[in-house]
Nanobody, 124 residues
């Protein structure tokens, strides 16, 4: 069982930066890939970024490449999403997720994930 809690959301102007953090607890944390998803009003939930168990592999959605950076700290059981050059279209509820297997396994249909409750990011 993995429990995830997000923090760091808020309101920022276009072009600004924000850092989201996700704290994870549970004995399976070190064996899980972790990532961030987001959902804006009227849109499907989409994958934003993900990182492998030991942090050796990462994935970024095309819409955030070059602007967002995902990282994890196994000692602190945290995963962060550093968001730069924020745009109004980045406005969404951001959710932390964890799953077994590879980074890309988390984006396959019907994949099993642990979810946080989300943190709101507003760019305006």
């Amino acid at each position: 069982q993995v429990q995830l809690v997000e923090s760091g959301g808020g309101s920022v102007q276009p072009g600004g930066s924000l850092r989201l953090s996700c704290g994870a607890s549970g004995h399976t944390y070190s064996s899980n890939c972790m990532g961030w998803f987001r959902q804006a009003p009227g849109k499907e939930r989409e994958g934003v970024a993900a990182i492998s168990t030991r942090g050796f592999s990462t994935y970024y959605a095309d819409s955030v490449k070059g602007r967002f950076t995902i990282s994890r700290d196994s000692a602190k059981n945290t995963v962060d999403l550093h968001m730069n050059s924020l745009k109004p279209e980045d406005t969404a509820m951001y959710y932390c997720a964890a799953w077994p297997g590879t980074v890309m396994a988390g984006f396959s249909p019907g994949s099993s994930k642990f979810w946080g409750k989300g943190t709101q990011v507003t760019v305006s």
